[in-house]
């Protein structure tokens, strides 16, 4: 396997799709490089097999319950957690019918079948706190770049423009039509706080996206925030998959 193994014993057991049908036999340690895989040994016990295999018809045990020559080559182990308490982890077999046919090899002189990698390890790859951070992190970065690239002034002073050109047309359209009804001399009215209303706007997104403005400190705040907390998460599962039983143990006590 090439994954923690912190939880299989000696002793632990071998499953067949759930139905225990052996032990793990002993390790093979030696290896000097981080990543390179643990090979185990496991007893299928045929005693066990015997018992619960079905004897009519059986495509996967011949009649003194060891695998068929054609079987073997498509069975693949699995390292499965018993327990997320206790952290104790053990092996189970699967046939996949569909596997390809391949020769058998051999390592210290046993018979090698093909692994999988657990569950864990499957989501630790496809979910990565740290990775999540980096990407936040990089959001970011992308995000105060795009905001300082905004040209707030120039958006301002062209609505402030586009407003004083407006309240010169609404002065002259009052002076030459109010005299024709008062409706039109209210609608003139409300255009104007209209337009003030627009003004303070301007100048409150003026003021928001300024590079010193708190929104923009706080929104990068937030973000590095969620960074350094994705990086904790994924320290916190390090040590549970390391010490599965510290949960229930505690930190413990400091030894003298």
Known sequence: FREDIYGLKEGGKVTL??????????????????????????????????????????????????????????????????????????????????QADAN???????????????????????????????????????????LEELNVIAIKDSFTSSSRQFDVFIDEFSKNFVPLGPKLGVASDEATKTMAELRKLSLALNKMLDPSSDFRFGFGETLREISASMKAIKKLAELLERNPQSIIRGKGEDQK
């Not at 793990?24 to 030696?30: D, H, S």
């Not at 020559?69 to 693949?76: A, E, G, N, S, Y």
């Not at 999540?132 to 105060?144: C, E, F, H, R, V």
Request: glycine share 8%.
């Open 104 to 146: 058998m090899t051999t390592r210290h002189g046993y018979p090698q079948i093909v692994t999988q990698a657990s569950t864990m390890e499957q989501l630790s790859e496809n979910l990565d706190p740290e990775y999540i951070g980096k990407q936040l992190t990089s959001l970011l970065k992308t995000a105060n770049q795009r």
């Open 17 to 98: 799709t759930g139905v225990r049908i052996g032990r793990v036999e002993r390790f093979f340690l030696g290896a000097a490089e981080q990543d390179a895989p643990v090979p185990i040994l496991v007893e299928i016990d045929r005693r066990l097999v015997l018992r619960h295999m079905d004897e009519t018809g059986n495509e996967l045990f011949d009649s003194d319950g060891e695998f068929r020559d054609d079987v073997l080559p498509r069975i693949q182990g699995q390292l499965v957690q018993e327990s997320f308490v206790t952290g104790i982890q053990y092996i189970n077999l699967e046939y996949h019918s569909s």
